[in-house]
């Protein structure tokens, strides 16, 4: 997959487990498990170039004497992922047209 449009859909789909509520990065990894194939190692910078776009916001919270650290869609998030949803309609319609080419041969 095109490194550029798998970057797109890896923050999409951060944003859209995000949309649904407050999580934390083990907690979103699960989330797309069996979805979308993302590591901790990836989705971490993710996190911060969303977070430094201003799409999402962070905080701790104190868990088993630890801090965890929860992340947070902003309405410029949801903005972000409602624009991809438009965006995404028309990948839907080139990869339509290209697989119509494809069963005629």
């Not at 979103?28 to 989705?43: A, F, H």
Request: with cysteine; net charge neutral; proline share 1%.
């Amino acid at each position: 997959m095109d490194l550029q449009l798998k970057r797109g859909l890896l923050d999409a789909c951060v944003l859209s487990v995000l949309a649904r509520g407050d999580s934390y990065g083990y907690k979103m990894v699960r989330d797309m498990t069996g979805r979308v194939e993302i590591s901790e190692s990836t989705l971490y910078p993710i996190l911060k170039r969303l977070e430094a776009a201003g799409c999402l916001t962070v905080y701790s919270v104190e868990h088993n004497g630890r801090l965890r650290r929860f992340y947070s869609i902003t309405e410029r998030g949801r903005i972000r992922l409602n624009e991809f949803m438009k965006d995404w309609q028309e990948v839907v319609s080139a990869y339509n047209f290209i697989k119509e080419g494809c069963e005629n041969e």
